[in-house]
């Protein structure tokens, strides 16, 4: 079983590889190169935790294969973050609204809110619901996730606003 | 949760593809967005020595409407249909069903050919597909032909597909005058596959009667189904006649539909989620709200 090259461009970074095909995205994430924030968790496309952007868009890590991956723009929950470790809007009302507790599905939380928001900038609840429906999280702190999304929404209107009033 | 090693293709035609299944035969199996696939691999349900990537394939994505259809390839994605204005203007069944589908980083990857050729009894595009009779292409060493989907979905994850066959794209009915869709179904949580569905197409013809239904059953039986005896029960009926019901209340004609669409049913699944009698008291009232909301948009417009 051949070995296949790819190359990939993770949080900003160009990387050059060689892999096995059957080598899911998340795993070469994790154990190549080790960013480590990717989680895995049913490792079967169920629990979310392994979320990560590709070409900007949410996915399960777990049902990709790095091969799948190659040529494509990854980022994952390490480069959410600005660089001098300010929190992003989401990170943030996570903590504000206590949205995690033991933290070990919060990556693909982040990951997937942040696509999420930035896609429904002005959601309702239903529709926050519907778009977490995809993580799961097992010391059921919904309601804190939920209150943190919508906190973090708001905040980004907010912000919005105050751009434009300043642009009068 | 590891897959067993295959050798991995990823070629930039369909020609190219063809090929190499005619050439691997068994031992080889097309990947497109892989959401239901890599959890079979990963859970080693199935071995294939060889997986084909359809990713580079150009020529197999897109949304283009030709000669009243709407042809859509096999590898456009779920989320790309979703977005699509042309789907919700020309095939609104299909828009519908698209945000059922799992969840939404699900969509982002699965593709319409994979949901088709994957052929999962439970899934929804393979019952829109056989609601508005869509119309299968593929792709193979002996060239390309057309399998309607009444003829596609023959077994447990079976089609008609041939083992060195592409599945290249699909092409539905655009909608007609005095047309109406539903899609309904019930789920334990949002994005599970469904306990029972029903996707529902109706035109109306001369006198405001039903010129043609389409009935597409999901979660009831060992494939998507299409339930012919109450399409049959619904056509020449006159839609004034169905107007007094409501998506909540179904008048008695909707309910009779959706009876006849489970009364003949045979492979009702029975597990964890429900027993056969519960799903199939579930699948004739879903039938009849999509009955009663598709007839209702038919004639409202």
């Known amino acids: 079983m051949a070995d296949v090259g790819l190359e990939i461009t993770v949080n900003g970074q160009a990387r050059r590889a060689t892999v096995e095909p059957r080598l899911t995205l998340a795993d070469f994430l994790r154990e190549r190169l080790q960013l480590t924030g990717t989680h895995l968790g049913c490792e079967h496309g169920v629990c979310g935790a392994c979320t990560v952007l590709l070409d900007g868009e949410a996915v399960r890590s777990c049902l990709v294969f790095a091969v799948q991956a190659d040529g494509a723009e990854i980022t994952t929950v390490e480069a959410i973050a600005g660089s001098d470790g300010t929190l992003s809007p989401v990170q943030e009302a996570f903590r504000e609204h206590h949205g995690l507790q033991c933290g070990f599905c919060t990556p693909g939380f982040i990951i997937s809110v942040t696509a999420f928001l930035r896609d429904n900038p002005d959601p309702t609840d239903e529709q926050i619901r519907d778009a977490l429906s995809g993580n799961l999280c097992r010391c059921t702190g919904y309601q804190g996730i939920l209150q943190a999304v919508r906190s973090a929404a708001t905040a980004a209107a907010a912000a919005a606003g105050a751009v434009n009033q300043e642009a009068r | ?235 020449g009926v006159s839609a004034q006649t169905l107007a007094a019901g409501t998506a909540a209340q179904s008048p008695e004609f909707a309910r009779e539909i959706g009876q006849a669409a489970v009364a003949d049913l045979e492979s009702v699944p029975s597990d964890r989620h429900g027993p056969a009698a519960y799903r199939k008291r579930v699948g004739a009232a879903l039938v009849a709200r999509a009955v009663t909301q598709a007839i209702e948009e038919a004639r409202n417009g």
């Open chain 2, 1 to 235: 949760m590891k897959p067993a090693p295959f050798e991995y293709h990823a070629p930039s035609s369909a020609g190219e593809a063809v090929g190499l299944l005619a050439n691997l035969g068994d031992a080889a199996k097309v990947i497109a967005g892989g959401q239901s696939l890599v959890p079979v691999l990963a859970m080693r349900l199935a071995v294939f020595d060889h997986l084909i990537d359809i990713r580079r394939i150009n020529a197999l994505r897109g949304i283009a409407e030709r000669d009243g259809r709407v042809w859509i390839g096999a590898g456009t994605t779920e989320a790309e249909i979703g977005r699509s204005e042309l789907i919700a203007a020309r095939v609104p069944l299909l828009a519908r069903a698209t945000p059922l589908i799992g969840h939404f980083q699900i969509r982002n990857r699965g593709t319409i050919g994979g949901s088709l050729a994957h052929a999962d009894a439970a899934a929804e595009y393979p019952a829109v597909a056989l609601a508005l009779d869509a119309t299968i292409e593929a792709l193979s060493p002996r060239g390309r032909r057309t399998i309607p989907a009444t003829g596609f979905f023959t077994g447990i994850w079976s089609t008609a597909l041939e083992p060195d066959e592409v599945l290249t794209g699909v092409t539905f009915p655009a909608r007609g005058h005095r047309s109406g869709f539903a899609i309904e179904e019930f789920s334990r949580r949002a994005g599970d596959f469904a306990v029972a569905g029903a996707a529902v197409a109706v035109e109306l013809g001369p006198g405001g009667r039903i010129s043609r239904c389409g009935i597409g059953l999901f979660g009831l039986g060992t494939t998507p189904l299409r339930s012919v005896s109450a399409e049959t029960l619904a056509v």
